[in-house]
């Protein structure tokens, strides 16, 4: 008897993961450090429990990094969308908001979306003691320093989460309305990332 023919579709949301340089990681702490030195922390506009963050209001640097990346966003999603779909305007985009934030010992953010068409998280600076804080982890949920992005009701006929422990270099760009959840961790050090909101189909970057 031979095999019956079928289909299946894509579903739900389009996360992305690639790497960035160890270059444009350098640059990213200098962006920081610049903040840093010059600033207080500002935490007035996002959902979260962190002790210090910064929104970069000049990123031009990074805004150069960033669309190469966007680049590859938009070929992996036409690739995963498929032919017969209208895609968004990837070439014309702004990248509305850019912060910097030091996660320390049991900070966290909760579930939480982003006001923008997609958002994107690079950690340029990534602890090794917290990966293996992660490693020996043993309950069931997320482990400690990790990340989660949420899709659906939660039914255990199909896959409703991504859980991952981020690298140094690590770079997501995923849909601004996908919920995600930053996990603590208890290590005496110092997570960096660099978070922002991407609006599509604008004229000035």
């Known amino acids: 008897m031979s095999q019956p023919s079928y289909r299946y579709y894509h579903w739900g949301p389009f996360l992305l993961h690639t790497q960035i340089t160890p270059d444009e990681c350098r640059m990213?702490?200098?962006?920081?450090?610049k903040y840093r030195k010059k600033y207080k922390a500002d935490r007035a506009n996002l959902p979260d429990y962190l002790s210090e963050e910064y929104n970069l209001t000049d990123a031009r640097?990074?805004?150069?990094?960033?669309?190469?990346y966007l680049k590859i966003y938009a070929e992996g999603?036409?690739?995963?969308?498929?032919?017969?779909?209208k895609l968004p305007n990837f070439n014309t985009s702004v990248f509305e908001a850019i912060w910097i934030?030091?996660?320390?010992?049991?900070?966290?953010?909760?579930p939480h979306h982003h006001q923008a068409d997609l958002a994107f998280i690079m950690?340029?600076?990534?602890?090794?003691?917290?990966i293996e804080e992660n490693k020996n982890y043993k309950g069931t949920l997320a482990a400690p320093g990790g990340?989660?992005?949420?899709?659906?009701?939660?039914?255990?006929?199909?896959?409703?989460?991504?859980?991952?422990m981020p690298q140094t270099?690590?770079?997501f760009i995923f849909p601004g309305s996908l919920k995600h959840w930053v996990f603590p961790f208890r290590s005496k050090v110092e997570r960096i990332s660099v978070a922002g909101n991407i609006l599509l189909g604008k004229s000035n970057v």
């Open 61 to 68: 640097r990074i805004h150069s990094l960033l669309k190469k």
């Open 28 to 33: 990213l702490l200098e962006e920081g450090k």
């Open 123 to 130: 950690y340029p600076h990534m602890p090794q003691v917290i």
């Open 169 to 171: 270099r690590d770079l």
């Open 147 to 164: 990340i989660a992005w949420f899709y659906g009701d939660g039914n255990q006929q199909y896959i409703d989460n991504v859980k991952t």
């Open 101 to 110: 934030n030091y996660m320390k010992s049991n900070d966290f953010q909760p």
């Open 77 to 85: 999603y036409a690739k995963w969308r498929g032919g017969n779909h």
